[in-house]
């Protein structure tokens, strides 16, 4: 009833209550009836669950493989192959984790009735062609990038080859970039039943 209220944007206030005395033990489980609660709060706020913790892993990603691929010292020390390989795990988990919220988002929109201006004001500008056009463009860049690596590696007559940074770099785009368009086909599906 309050997650309601307040997503409805009705204004909440406290009132003081008298309680008579406890007669008997306590019904409540601590951990049970408090994880349970933790988690209703948590379904019922996607932006919170998916949205704010996807976003800072995709950021938190994309600036550790951009200090490495750029060669910068970071706390006195450059970062290698190591650092990229996480940083690439952070911004593909992180893609996944967005675009998990954006479908739970939706999926309160068009079938609980939630109201939620942000999704609205996104779906507004937003449609499948663009989700599509900017996962095409992500897995392009990265199989250009990954064409790249195989021809140097050719014309070195395949032999030993030290790409592995342009090669995380590669598979980052095209996985992100196929995260993308797969999502933006599950969001367009979500949608269908509004129309």
Known sequence: MVIRAAKAGFRIEQLDIEY??????????????????LRFLL???PTYLFIVPGAAMVLAGALAMATVLAGLELFGRQWQL?????????????????ALGLCAHAYGTYFMGEKDRWF?????????EHGLLLGALLT?????????????WAERGF???????????AATLVTIGLQVV??????????????
């Open 159 to 169: 032999g030993r080859l030290g790409e592995e940074r342009l090669a995380v770099l």
């Open 182 to 195: 797969f999502s933006s086909f599950l969001l367009s599906i979500l949608g269908l039943r509004r129309q």
């Open 120 to 128: 609205d004001w996104a779906r507004a500008r937003f449609r499948l």
């Open 140 to 152: 392009l860049a990265g199989l250009a990038i990954a064409a790249a690596i195989v021809v140097t």
């Open 82 to 98: 190591h650092a990229l390989i996480a940083g690439s795990l952070a911004a593909v988990v992180g893609t996944q984790v967005l």
């Open 43 to 45: 379904v019922h706020s």
């Open 20 to 37: 008579r005395p406890r007669r008997g033990e306590s019904k409540l489980s601590t951990f049970r009836d408090g994880w349970r609660h």
